[in-house]
């Protein structure tokens, strides 16, 4: 069992930059890849971005890649996920999701992921 926590959300203007974190609990947190999605409203889920239990490879999705950079620290149980130049097409409340996963096995499925945080709005205007 996992449970995800997110924070870092907020209000900021178009071209700032955020750094969302996503904090695990239990002791097993290596053993998770670890993904980020966000939501805005009247839209699906979209993907953001992926990172295998190992730090390593990453993954990003296409209107992200570029300005947003994944990270965990395993030692602390917290995956980040730094935006810089936010535009306002970034406004979306933003879950982070985990799965036990194998190697460097990582996803951009959302399906794929078991836990779930409960999101931390971003908004950025222009």
């Known amino acids: 069992q996992v449970q995800l926590v997110e924070s870092g959300g907020g209000l900021v203007q178009a071209g700032a930059s955020l750094r969302l974190s996503c904090a695990a609990s239990?002791?097993?947190?290596?053993?998770?890849?670890m993904g980020w999605f966000r939501q805005a409203p009247g839209k699906e889920r979209e993907f953001v971005a992926a990172?295998?239990?190992?730090?390593?490879?990453?993954y990003y999705g296409d209107s992200v890649k570029g300005r947003f950079t994944i990270s965990r620290d395993n030692a602390k149980n917290t995956v980040y996920l730094q935006m810089n130049s936010l535009k306002p097409e970034d406004t979306a409340v933003y879950y982070c999701?985990?799965?036990?996963?194998?190697?460097?096995?990582?996803?951009?499925?959302?399906?794929?992921?078991?836990?779930w945080g409960q999101g931390t709005q971003v908004t950025v205007s222009s």
């Open positions: 999701a985990a799965q036990y996963a194998l190697g460097a096995w990582f996803t951009y499925d959302s399906s794929e992921y078991r836990y």
């Open positions: 239990g002791r097993t947190f290596s053993s998770y890849a």
């Open positions: 990172i295998s239990r190992r730090g390593a490879p990453t």
